[in-house]
């Protein structure tokens, strides 16, 4: 029998009551910290009562007190939520429904939080059993569109079966598509280029989806015209940071995947974590892991960051007067190439990541970090930049064939503002001389492809020239056997098409390099609009 005064529990009972009052309000009030706080004490003191079932004579005093304990950590978790505090929630979620398995609110919650944590299947099932309650009746059409979500999300996880299409046709109309994490056939190895890298588990065709991932963090800013001041910059990038560690700190396993980031040192000793890790159905390690080391997250932030602006990326949105900057995951295993088969999507805070080249199973996949369509030497300048030290067959091959007196002299030239055609046509000569055939020739042509475009382009160099030189044809077929699908051949195949005509043989050629540059992402119609875009660039 317990001794505690009637009164002091009449006392209890009655601060309880006040508390979950004072928790209610702040949950509608949305003032979510304060909420927590409040619920975490209710809960508290719901749970020591509860463990003193003895003293509770009355079973519907214990089944409203289980109750009311149910309905908090529910409540709990859909603020944690509310401040992206997924994995508390989901906690939170699993305890209610220990007390309450099919607790309404409880599995809508768990569904909602599961679907944020890209776990489509487990969010699905939540969704599923809540619609056989009563309660679902008046939240069916909600219910149908979770449902429908999750379906969807689970379909493109799967399959990679990714169709923009509506929204690129509307002219990128409303807000962005939000996607499903999706990795393809691919795993981390020891690279022969750097450190580890991303490789192709079996053959991947051109334009075929490899990743579709969102940012740990994104920072934007509007250009409005004009480059970023340097201070713009070290606020944009102090926001990014900021995000970064929020993110970090709110999610152990998100800080465990970016610690397992380079840093810039140390690259050939670093572990090669198994692709499984990156997966989101990959459950969580919630032990509490190591404060965040600051100057080691400074080291990765600035060797993995990406920008939206890079040579190998696309943007696909109404907003293209913004420069972003984040932070993606897997891609940040992606290294450089002098000849990249690899080209990434930004949709919003979404990155996907297509081949642009077939690639064979056991492949490295690549970006080009820096422009592929410059000469050697401006290839070897941004190389400092970003502290890589090339030693691809394309620098190699060139390091010897920049060296010769004549390259020299056509470099000179065009410094010097020789005819553009003269140039091409000096080169394609050499070429012949040396006897430099297939990719090795293609390698050059990719170098000097400033030349070889303002050629093409100047009829004056053309109506001079364009019987002594190749056609643009068979020079950009060349350069993509090298460099993959480039916005920049497009451009000018499209410019050519537009001008000349070339009925249906070349409009295949040019949906085929779209596929390369902007992916398998659209259907044919669609392509046309994103065709028309790189017209307009």
């Given at each position: ?425 000096k080169l394609e000569e050499q070429m012949k001389r040396w006897k430099v055939r297939g990719k090795e020739k293609a390698y050059l042509r990719a170098s ?90």
């Amino acid at each position: 029998m317990d001794t505690k005064p009637q009164q002091e529990m009449a006392e209890e009972e009655e601060f309880m009551q006040q508390l979950r009052s004072k928790a209610t309000e702040l949950f509608i009030r949305e003032e979510w910290k304060d909420s927590i706080d409040a619920y975490s004490q209710f809960i508290t003191l719901c749970t020591h009562q509860i463990s003193r079932t003895h003293i509770h004579t009355d079973p519907n005093h214990l089944q409203k007190l289980r109750r009311s304990f149910c309905i908090a950590l529910c409540n709990r978790a859909e603020a944690r939520s509310r401040l992206r505090l997924f994995h508390c929630a989901l906690q939170d979620c699993d305890h209610a429904l220990e007390v309450d398995a099919t607790h309404f609110k409880t599995l809508v919650c768990k569904g909602k939080v599961l679907l944020s944590l890209n776990r489509y299947s487990m969010a699905m099932e939540c969704f599923r059993i809540a619609m056989l309650d009563p309660q679902a009746g008046g939240n069916s059409e909600c219910l149908d569109g979770y449902l429908e979500k999750c379906k969807k999300f689970d379909f493109l996880s799967r399959t990679g079966s990714l169709d923009l299409s509506d929204w690129v046709a509307n002219g990128f109309r409303g807000k962005a598509p939000e996607l499903a994490e999706y990795i393809g056939a691919v795993q981390i190895r020891k690279s022969e280029i750097s450190g580890r890298g991303l490789f192709a588990t079996k053959n991947i065709d051109a334009g075929s989806l490899i990743l579709v991932t969102k940012a740990i963090a994104m920072e934007r800013s509007i250009l409005a015209g004009k480059d970023l001041t340097e201070d713009a910059q070290l606020v944009m990038w102090k926001n990014f940071i900021d995000k970064v560690v929020d993110f970090a700190r709110k999610c152990h396993k998100t800080r465990d995947l970016v610690g397992k980031l380079s840093s810039g040192e140390n690259e050939d000793g670093l572990e090669v974590p198994d692709i499984d890790l990156f997966r989101p159905e990959n459950m969580e390690n919630m032990e509490l892991s190591e404060e965040i080391d600051m100057n080691k997250l400074l080291a990765i932030l600035d060797v993995n960051s990406l920008t939206e602006d890079a040579v190998s990326a696309n943007v696909l949105r109404k907003n293209n007067d913004c420069y972003g900057v984040g932070l993606w995951l897997l891609p940040s295993f992606i290294n450089h190439s002098c000849c990249p088969n690899a080209r990434r999507l930004h949709v919003g805070d979404y990155l996907i990541v297509h081949a642009s080249k077939d690639l064979k199973a056991g492949e490295e996949i690549t970006f080009a970090y820096f422009d592929p369509l410059f000469v050697l030497n401006k290839r070897k300048e941004d190389s400092l930049t970003w502290g890589i030290h090339c030693k691809c067959k394309r620098c190699k091959f060139e390091g010897e064939i920049f060296s010769k007196q004549e390259i020299k002299e056509i470099e000179i030239g065009l410094e010097r503002g020789m005819d553009v055609g003269g140039v091409v046509y000096k080169l394609e000569e050499q070429m012949k001389r040396w006897k430099v055939r297939g990719k090795e020739k293609a390698y050059l042509r990719a170098s000097f492809w400033s030349a070889y475009s303002e050629a093409y382009k100047s009829d004056r160099s053309m109506k001079r020239w364009g019987r002594r030189i190749p056609a643009l044809d068979a020079v950009v077929d060349s350069i993509i056997d090298v460099v993959g699908g480039d916005h920049r051949l497009l451009k000018i195949l499209m410019e050519e098409l537009k001008k000349n005509g070339g009925g249906l043989v070349k409009m295949e050629k040019a949906f085929k390099l779209a596929r390369e540059v902007y992916g398998k992402v659209v259907k044919k119609q669609a392509m046309r609009t994103l065709l028309e875009l790189c017209i307009g660039d």
